[in-house]
T-cell receptor, first 113, second 111 residues
Framework: KAGVTQTPRYLIKTRGQQVTLSCSPI?????VSWYQQTPGQGLQFLFE???????NKGNFPGRFSGRQFSNSRSEMNVSTLELGDSALYLC????????????FGDGTRLSIL | QKEVEQDPGPLSVPEGAIVSLNCTYS??????FMWYRQYSRKGPELLMY????GNKEDGRFTAQVDKSSKYISLFIRDSQPSDSATYLC???????????FGKGITLSVRP
């Protein structure tokens, strides 16, 4: 069974640009959550999507947004990139909303120049 | 007080040692407790998952949860160089998928 797939693996952007990251959950999993991982803050929850609706949101500015498609695939968008947005962005999937445990992909490493 | 505190490390042990990793948490509403292992340039990999207080064993790994003390532990027996990684504790509430993570501890097992 394929795991959580995230694309691209690496991205380099400049300040002010925007970026879209993609996540395909484990087959049959309908809930997708996004996390940001940095050396200083560790892993922090961004948001959760289920049935194409955002179900839960962390403490991040509105520049961070996402969506989910009918096949449960999800995208995350960050607009007006700042240097502090450099991080590993991780996607996790679970069977149902609020479901545990979650399984993570290998992430997208975003670097802002 | 942070919601989850984890020993900062790093931790270096010889091969074959017993390793004890610990986390404390402040939110008594947490119901789910997990340990993830993360290798360099990879995502967190689920190691152990438990819903209640007590012990759970899987091979060389034992997870221990004490809800009354708000304390969780992961024990690794007969540690191997392949266990060298960052270990993250995580806690979850029942109503949503948000996980709250410790900062992680980097373990190095010397051959």
């Amino acid at each position: 069974k394929a795991g959580v797939t995230q694309t691209p693996r690496y991205l380099i952007k400049t300040r002010g640009q925007q970026v879209t990251l993609s996540c395909s959950p484990i087959s049959g999993h309908r809930s997708v959550s996004w996390y940001q991982q940095t050396p200083g803050q560790g892993l922090q929850f961004l948001f959760e999507y289920f049935s194409e609706t955002q179900r839960n949101k962390g403490n991040f500015p509105g520049r961070f947004s996402g969506r989910q498609f009918s096949n449960s695939r999800s995208e995350m968008n960050v607009s007006t990139l700042e240097l502090g947005d450099s991080a590993l962005y991780l996607c996790a999937s679970s069977l149902d909303v609020g479901g545990q445990p979650q399984h993570f992909g290998d992430g997208t490493r975003l670097s802002i120049l | 007080q942070k919601e989850v505190e984890q020993d900062p490390g790093p931790l270096s042990v010889p091969e074959g040692a017993i390793v004890s990793l610990n986390c404390t948490y402040s939110n008594s509403a947490f119901q789910y407790f997990m340990w993830y292992r993360q290798y360099s340039r990879k995502g967190p990999e689920l190691l152990m998952y438990t819903y209640s207080s007590g012990n759970k064993e899987d091979g060389r790994f034992t997870a221990q949860v004490d809800k009354s003390s708000k304390y969780i532990s992961l024990f690794i027996r007969d540690s191997q160089p392949s266990d060298s990684a960052t270990y993250l504790c995580a806690q979850g509430l029942g109503a949503n998928s948000k996980l709250t993570f410790g900062k992680g501890i980097t373990l190095s097992v010397r051959p």
